[in-house]
T-cell receptor
């Protein structure tokens, strides 16, 4: 079964440092997403991306966050200056079509900010 | 008011038991409804979509009541491998049109014991 892959699986970074989380969505998918889950909390939507631009973002996705699809396969989430409260599991997801179709999640990147 | 509310559990049940999960959602514009399962520190995985007429997949039965904004999941003959957190998930077409913005409940933890 095709899968969404994410790297790194775990990253520890110092507060104030920039972090880039990488994702390779399923190859024929068109819609890409980032979600995050703080330990013990619910999964929260960050941003959706389609046709090389952000289609929607949540209140969490402030100016410290950015996304990019630098080539035909990768989809990245950058956190410019990490804060302690950015520590969370970050899930990338993709889907072929909008509207109730199965969204496939990657295994996640666990970010720890110290 | 929380968008998607679930009983946090945990539910501790013996093998073979029938377990029911309940969920309420606040946004009457919600269009699609799902149950996901999440194993500890893993990504959410789609268990089943929930349709207005109710639907069944083996030991799993999902029901939707739009009038009450209520979703349920029933697991019959529970197995040890059913132990996980069960996430109630909805999405709704936003003003921006993206339908991949999934709203997750916090989940109900299930532990099936031998």
């Amino acid at each position: 079964e095709p899968e969404v892959t994410q790297t790194p699986s775990h990253q520890v970074t110092q507060m104030g440092q920039e972090v880039i989380l990488r994702c390779v969505p399923i190859s024929n998918h068109l819609y890409f997403y980032w979600y995050r889950q703080i330990l013990g909390q619910k999964v929260e939507f960050l941003v959706s991306f389609y046709n090389n631009e952000i289609s929607e973002k949540s209140e969490i996705f402030d100016d410290q966050f950015s996304v990019e699809r630098p080539d035909g396969s990768n989809f990245t989430l950058k956190i410019r200056s990490t804060k302690l409260e950015d520590s969370a599991m970050y899930f990338c997801a993709s889907t072929l079509l909008e509207g109730g179709n199965t969204i496939y999640f990657g295994e996640g990147s666990w970010l720890t900010v110290v | 008011r929380k968008e998607v509310e679930q009983d946090p559990g945990p539910f501790n049940v013996p093998e073979g038991a029938t377990v029911a999960f309940n969920c309420t959602y606040s946004n009457s514009a919600s269009q699609s409804f799902f149950w996901y399962r999440q194993d500890c520190r893993k990504e959410p995985k789609l268990l089943m979509s929930v349709y207005s007429s109710g639907n069944e997949d083996g030991r799993f039965t999902a029901q939707l009541n739009r009038a009450s904004q209520y979703i349920s999941l029933l697991i019959r003959d529970s197995k040890l491998s059913d132990s996980a957190t069960y996430l109630c998930v909805v999405n709704h077409e936003t003003y921006g049109g993206s339908q991949g913005n999934l709203i997750f409940g916090k989940g109900t933890k299930l532990s099936v014991k031998p």
